[in-house]
């Protein structure tokens, strides 16, 4: 997933260092992250990977997403790590039609003094998308494992719905951030 990659890197800087983030003594860091619709084919959502979307309409978007990262350490040595990351506006067709859309995705994982690489958790995650002759609403409450650098894997759905990503390689269907 092309969100997990931009925010395991921001994850990375965030956990490598002292393991506590700090803006203002909260502990937050915010990140606006540049990301798109735009596959590495360079095709958007289409119903080449979403069966959800008519199938003349290929739509792009890129932006910036915001995120908000988190982390602390207990004095046990446990590392918890929150992210809330957020993307709305307009996208647009091949036709030019232009459609609304809101995607937001929060996750909390936690590691353990046994294994402090490995990070387990959950994952809130919901895109819709609104326009000429559409409608999506996807999402999925999931647990996951993660090393915080590269590796998002394991998702278990608790809950999905509008077919949003593959399970468990969490590879995007009908939610292209």
Known sequence: MKRLAAVAAALAALCIGAGSAGAG???AS???VPVSFVDNDGLGLSTRTCPNMPAVVTI???GLEKQILTSRTDAGGVTTVSVVSHASGKATDQSGNSYAFDYSNAFRVAN???NQNLFS?????HFSLAGPGL???NGFIATF????VENFYDF???NSRGDPISFPDAAPRCDPL
Do not use: C, E
């Open 25 to 27: 003594g909260n502990g």
């Open 30 to 32: 915010i990140t606006l």
């Open 60 to 62: 792009k978007w890129s």
């Open 112 to 114: 353990t003094t046994a």
């Open 121 to 125: 958790g959950t994952m809130t995650d």
């Open 135 to 137: 409608n999506l609403s």
């Open 145 to 148: 494992k993660t090393d915080l």
């Open 156 to 158: 278990v759905p608790i």
